[in-house]
């Protein structure tokens, strides 16, 4: 099975931060890889697709970049609503789907 | 708007079963697959299992393989789970999620997700 594994597993920053979360794959995935947001208590919300299309509706500081076993997802001014836990995601091995640990972006 | 609402969970004992439901609006529910993925307390996201639109294929995580099973009811627009055999390691909520791909195999990720709904396996 392809691992993912996020860093760091949590950061603090103050809104107006720019903001980088990384992705590694433990083999190629091509651009195969969302990125979801999750509030506590509430479910996953997808924010990107295809490493870096964004979801309709989702702001434009969120982007994500990279292929093959590299990703990042960026934040570019960090706004209140902002503060939750990240994950990565791949879809590059049909038909089992894994996720990144997460990444909980915590306000300094 | 897409809609998807789980229901079913609840406290079971080992070796019980649980069948959980998961009502989708706003979307022709017969022209998706859908998803669950489920959630331990604290923990991150396990995909668990995967329906194509027409249920013609069904895939499973290793870790429910032969335990959990699948369905949907198209005329219903409800996606199912039956657990059996639970564990407690089984204990987690558990979301329904519709992929993205339309009349076709599976996308792999997550456009739209329930609120979910709880499942303790305890004695």
């Known amino acids: 099975a392809i691992r993912m594994t996020q860093s760091p597993s949590s950061l603090s920053a103050s809104t107006g931060d720019r903001v980088t979360i990384t992705c590694r794959a433990s083999q190629g995935i091509s651009s195969y890889l969302a990125w979801y947001q999750q509030k506590p208590g509430k479910a996953p919300k997808l924010l990107i697709y295809?490493?870096?299309t964004l979801q309709s509706g989702v702001p434009s500081r969120f982007s994500g970049s990279g292929s093959g076993t590299d990703f990042t997802l960026t934040i570019s001014c960090l706004q209140s609503e902002d503060f939750a836990t990240y994950y990565c995601q791949q879809y590059y091995s049909y038909p089992t789907w894994t996720f990144g640990q997460g990444t909980k972006v915590e306000i300094k | 708007q897409v809609q998807l609402v789980e229901s079913g969970g609840g406290v079971v004992q080992p070796g019980g079963s649980l069948r959980l439901s998961c009502a989708a609006s706003g979307f022709t529910f017969s022209s998706y697959g859908m998803h669950w993925v489920r959630q331990a307390p604290g923990k991150g996201l396990e995909w668990v299992a995967f329906?194509?639109?027409?249920?013609?294929?069904?895939y499973y995580a290793d870790s429910v393989k032969g335990r959990f099973t699948i369905s949907r009811d198209n005329s219903k627009n409800t996606l199912y789970l039956q657990m059996n055999s639970l564990r407690a390691e089984d204990t987690a909520v558990y979301y329904c999620?519709?992929?993205?791909?339309?009349?076709?195999?599976?996308?792999?990720?997550?456009?739209?997700w329930g609120q979910g709904t709880l499942v303790t396996v305890s004695s």
């Open positions: 999620a519709k992929d993205p791909g339309l009349n076709r195999a599976a996308a792999g990720y997550f456009d739209y």
């Open positions: 329906i194509r639109y027409d249920g013609s294929n069904k």
């Open positions: 295809a490493a870096s």
